[in-house]
Structures are given as C-alpha cells and as structure tokens.
C-alpha cells in the first residue's frame, strides 16, 4: 500500500479545507475533554471519599451497645448501656492478631482555659486509639497506659478546640478544666477536618478512658469499643473472635452488642462514588460516540461533496484502497488531532473546576489514554463508511457529478 | 509495427431503464504509435464516450480493445487504473484539476499514484519538467483559480504528460478556450506529437482539427470518413499570422 503517499495526499485534503477539518474535530475535541473532565472529577471525589475513610483508620472493627430488654420492653440499637473496659480489657488479651483496642465513652462538655469557654465532644479513649483512628499528634505526646490506670487528669486535645481556647501560644502544658477539675494537656492532635456527616473532628478533647468514665461522664459503661486488627485478612476471624467472647461473657443471656467492621461502611461509600465516576464517564463517553457520528456524518457529507475530486483521483490512476485509505487517514488524523485538543481542553477545565470551585480533581493516566485511544478507534469505526463509499464510486459518473 | 490502439467492433449501450442509448454502435479502429488524430462529430454522436472507452475509464459493452498489445476487457478495476497511470495521459473537457491544490501539486498527483513509488523530490522536479513543457514553471505555486482557463487547461495537459505515457487523449482540449490559446494548446500538442507521443482529441473546431495528421468523423456511434489531413496547419505559423494581424488591427486603430 501507498502509505507515505495517500499520507500526503491525505494531509494535502485536510489543509485544503481547514476550517471543515477543525468543525469535524470539534466534536471529537469536546467528547475527549468531557470524558478527561468528568472522570477527574468523579475520581477526585473518590479518592477524597477513600482518604477520609482512610482517616478513619485501618482495619477497624466496632462494638457497639445493642438494644435493651426491660420486662419486654426492647429500646433500639445503642439503648442498652451493657459494653463495659472490662468487656475491653477481655478482647485485648484474648483475641489474636488484635494492634490495639480502645473503650470510648463519649460526652459532650462546656471546657475551660484562659478565661475563655468551650462546648466541645470529650472523648475517653485508650492509648492506642491514635493508631487506630491513624491519627499523629502534632506536637506533644499521648498520654499512656499508666495515666489510664491511674484516671490521670491528662488530655490531648484537637486543632479546633486549641484554636479556641489557646489563641496565643502553645496549649501543650497548659491546663483546660473540664467539670472544673483541671487536666494537664500533653499533645495538639493534627488536623484531621470534617468527617462524612459533616461534624468537625478536630472539635475534641481526648482523656483516658477510666478518666472520662469517673471524671466527666461518671457513668460504668462504654459507649463503643473500637479494635484494630492486623490485617484486612485477619478481620472475618477476629470479627467473630469477639463476638463468641463477648457473648461467653454474657452467659446465656440475649445479645445486646454489635460487632462491625469498618469495610462495611467502607465498600458502600467507594461504591457510591464509584457509580458516580461511572454514570459521568458513561455521560461524557456518549457525547464522545456523539463526536464520532458527528466525524461520520461531515465524512459522508464530504464524501459526496468530494465526489468530483475522486472521480479525478481515480481517473488519474488511484486504486479503491487508496481512496478508502485517504478517508481513513483524513478521519483517524482529524479524531487524534481532536483526542490530543481535547485531552489539553480536559486538563484545563479540570484544573478550572479544581481552582474555581475547589472540588478535589484527579485527572489520571489512564483516562488520557484511553480517550486518545478511543478517539482513534471511533476515526476509524466511523471514517470506514465514507471511506469505503468514496472508493466504491465509479470514475466516470463521479467525473460527471456536479 | 504493431499499433498502439486497436478498437475491434466497439459497442456503448446506455440503459437508463426501459430506454436503451446505443452511444457507440461498432467502431473499428486502428491508432499507430506517433499518430495525431482528431475525432470530430455533432453533438452525441458518440465521441466522449469513444474517448472515454480508449481512457480506460469506461468499458464497452461489446467488443475488444487492445491497447497497446494488452486486451483491456479482462482487466479488473485497480488494473485499469495502473493502465490509466503508466501507459495514458488524460486532458479532460472541464480541466478537473483539484481546487485550492497548486500547480504543481496537482501535476505531482499521477505519481502518487503510480504503481512504482517515486521519491519526492524526483516528483517535484518531474512535476515542474512537465510544468516547463507546457510553458507554466513560473505558476507552480499558483492555484487553479488564480489561473486563466488556457493555463489551467495546460497544467491539465502538464499533468497528463508527467507519467510519460504513450498516448495523450483529449477531450475537447480548446473547447473552452479562446482561438489564441487554443493555438497555444495545440502548439504544445504538436510539440509532444513531434516527440514522439501518439495523441487523440476531440474537437468541434474544424480549424482545430487541421492541426492533427488525421481526421476522424464520427456520426451516431459510428466512424464515417476516416482521411489523412492534407496542409495541416503549424501552430508557430498560425501565431505568426494571428500577431501580424494583431498589429494590423493595432494600425488601423490607431490611424
Ligand atoms: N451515462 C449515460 N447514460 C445514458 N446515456 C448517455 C450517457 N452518457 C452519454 N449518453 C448518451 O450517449 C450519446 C453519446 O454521448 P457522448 O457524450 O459520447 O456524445 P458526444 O459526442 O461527446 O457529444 P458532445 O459533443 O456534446 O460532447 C448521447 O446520446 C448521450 O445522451
Ligand atoms: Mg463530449
């Protein structure tokens, strides 16, 4: 086959009608730049739904209380008020492949420091909750086992909170009354931002468990408990591991906790966004089929308005093959001209997106390549048809054509 | 020597539904290389078709066609577009040079596609050769529309000589061309004819066809006289008699 020449030939056709070759892109250029758009956009969102699930931290299981049962009476999930540190303590030394577990108890408090006051969540919480929630602190240090076993008035506390009540200098050392006892603050946690409901996780003073049990919330029982297991593997098993000594424990009576793995919730939200990747890909890959039939349609036009100039072709000597093989050209050059604009056009509205509106926007790899590449195959797929019909034509009649 | 066309019981037959055009009704023809022939006829008579058939471009409907020693019957479709390639130049009525394509782009197209590759650049400098003979290498880069019709009909002609062929065929090269530049262009053809080039046209112009060697009349699809032409006119004669009378004109004008 001619290549190089019906190459030439091919170029020479498209720089003759200049503005019909950018027109017939253009469909091609706005298909590629919404499909690189759309999937920046959907797989910002996702990474920014994996990153805070991430924030959550690895591999966390949770008991929570189940309901109560008074004479009959059954209260819903949480109303029983049965998980108690030494439910905690239990799994902690019973259960293999268990990184950490913390009992939580969880209350909310008016604190104080400076002069200044606070409504804020105060948390008891173990020593390896940091890791399990894959937390750092930002300076300072957490408190440790034997401040848990001794109720010592310590505390960590969140970004939010130490803007608010330390507006000048650092709170580490300085002392914030909660209940009007005063606790010792050992660290500033890192910012962490807002959780999926939208509450301020950095809105948080955090104390041991057995501090905040008798100190502030004065109540016996746990709000939750949270374990970290080793491995994603190792979860099924220590799932279940808990849930048969926790009831062990409770002797024969009905269950009132709730063991969950934090994948669950996990899996549902990439889910959710993995659909929302895909329906906009699916959007923006119609309008890319739309820019192919839009190549088509303005081949198949050019094809008939061309006739004259393929009658001269063929009477000049062309084969069929050179015929279908220029239109092909000229379709394959004008949808990879369009994917490569289209791919500059995509970046750019995604950066704009990223800039004006401050969605998170990841434009990756992957989605340039194949965009490029499926602007290719549609140049061919739908260049064929014209192709193949002006090679088809008849020298004399397309001579003849007016 | 053996000729380099040969028509043996030619027939066109048109069918456009029930009506049946017979165009051509048993031509016999015989065409030496380094022959000179005009085909004339009124209109209909059957003679584009005929060129059309000699061009490869059409098929007869019955008949044998033998161009040089080649039976052109059996040939399928991209084997007679190698023929039109190598072996015939085609000056078209119309010119059907592409538009917005230079000159020289446009008589560089045979040898894209000529069945052996030709580098580029001994396409350029072929294209422009051919571009001298027809006395247009000063318009290579000109489009067809900055062209006059006498131009754009020789850069036609320019592009049906670049392939070297054997026969030029021409259909109605001056039709529409003034009586000095179809001089111009009959010039060039009996310049390629002196070269050696076996060339066949079609004409209305009795005065055009006395610049061939020989003149065939052609009445509803048939060749009816078939002569040698006695006294043909010499293009540079001709041009010395149409300036001479030019500057007549220009005397008695300005006296
Ligand atoms: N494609 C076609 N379909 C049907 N009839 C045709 C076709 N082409 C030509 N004819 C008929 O064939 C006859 C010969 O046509 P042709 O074009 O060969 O004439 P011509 O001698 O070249 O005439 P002119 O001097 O006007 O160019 C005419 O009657 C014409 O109508
Ligand atoms: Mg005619």
New interface residues.
Partial sequence: MRITATSIIALRALRRNKLRSILTALGIIIGVAAVIAMVSIGNGAKSSVESQIASLGQNVITVFPGSSNMGGMRGGWGSSSSLTIEDAQAIEREVMGVVAVSGEVRDRQQVLANGLNWNTTVMGESPGYLSIRAWELETGTMFTEADERSTAKVAIIGRTVANNLYTDGDPVGQTIRIRNLPFKILGVLKPKGFNFFGSDQDDVVIVPTTSAMRRVARRTNLSSILIQAQSPDAMPRIQQEITDLLQQRRGGREPDFNVRNQMELAEAATATSKTMTALLGAIAGISLIVGGIGIMNIMLVSVTERTREIGIRLAIGAHDRDVRLQFLIEAMILSLLGGVLGVLLGIGASELVSVQLGWPVLVSTMSVVLAVSVSAFIGVVFGFYPAHKASQLDPIDALRFE | MKPVVLLEDIYKTYTNGEVQVHAVRGVTLQIESGEFVAIMGSSGSGKSTLM?IL?C??RPTKGRYLLDQVDTSGLE??ER??L???KLG?V?QGF??????TAV?NVE??M???PI?VP?AEMRERAMKALDIVGLADRADHLPNQLSGGQQQRVAIA?ALV?HPQILLADEPTGNLDSRTSVEVMGVFQRLNDQGITIVMVTHELDIAHYCKRNLIVRDGKVVRDEAVRDRSISAVEMEKLRNAEAAAKLIHSA
């Fill in positions: 059309n061009g471009l059409d479709r991209n577009a190698d039109r390639n190598q085609f078209f059907n040079l592409l538009a917005r394509t782009e197209l045979p894209l596609y000529s590759r580029p592009r392939n």
